[in-house]
């Protein structure tokens, strides 16, 4: 496994006491994955990462009265009339949400991207045919869609939300600062201003009080809503602590 092309996991510095190191291959990176440390020698690096399946995972916080803010991967494939094809990423995230759920957390916020919009609104690409799939996977539970991902009007929905809701963000990526530059038409690259991702950031981090990643799929990319939340209590969800101890077993 060492000799093959894998980056990994840049995004889990979302989940604490990790130091970064690198295996000596080049094409491994091994990044923040809780009580897990990498060293250069190579049978070191497969012996600490055994240790993934030791990371603090969602079971291991108290959410009962929290605002939890969760990191999913719903970047799911929409047809022409905006119908979900394959709910695979959204049942995924069930999980996760069900137990915070019913371990009494105030409120259930989700966050995600879809597709590729390049840092501004696409309607093309908007997270609100989502909502009525979770709904059903949720059996039946109301969902509230926020028409943005952070700012005044989202904090006012994630505060007035009642005991036991689920909000659901707009998608990440209709702000440059989620991931960190864009291209315009002609394929130029643009960056975004450091201080406005920073200020995003923060906007993001305002939403809750426990910050859960359950993002396998984006675990590569070092984005704001995976590396840049900055909450007292960050932990995997169930579907990224299931793919980790995978991991963990085939090194």
Known sequence: ????????????????????????????????????????????????????????????????????????DFNVPLDDNKN???NQRIAGAVPTIKHALDNGAKTVILMSHLGRPNGSPNPKYSLKPVVSELEKLLGGKK?????????????????????????LLENLRFHI???????????????ADKAKVEEFRKGLTKLGDIYINDAFGTAHRAHSSMVGVDLPQKAAGFLMKKELDYFAQAL
Do not use: Y
């Open 84 to 86: 979900i094809t394959n």
């Open 143 to 167: 969902v509230t869609f926020a028409p943005d991902c952070v700012g005044p009007e989202v904090e006012e929905i994630v505060n007035k939300a009642g005991e036991g809701d689920v909000v």
């Open 177 to 191: 600062e989620e991931e960190g530059s864009a291209k315009d038409k002609e394929g130029n690259k643009t960056k």
């Open 1 to 72: 496994l060492l000799g093959l092309p894998i980056t990994f996991v840049t995004s889990l510095t979302s989940i604490p006491n990790i130091h970064r190191r690198t295996c000596s291959s080049p094409r491994i990176n091994l990044i923040s994955i809780p009580s897990f440390q990498v060293s250069q020698n190579k049978n070191s690096c497969r012996q600490s990462a055994m240790s993934l399946s030791n990371k603090l995972s969602i079971t291991d916080v108290d959410v009962k009265g929290k605002r939890v803010l969760i990191r999913v």
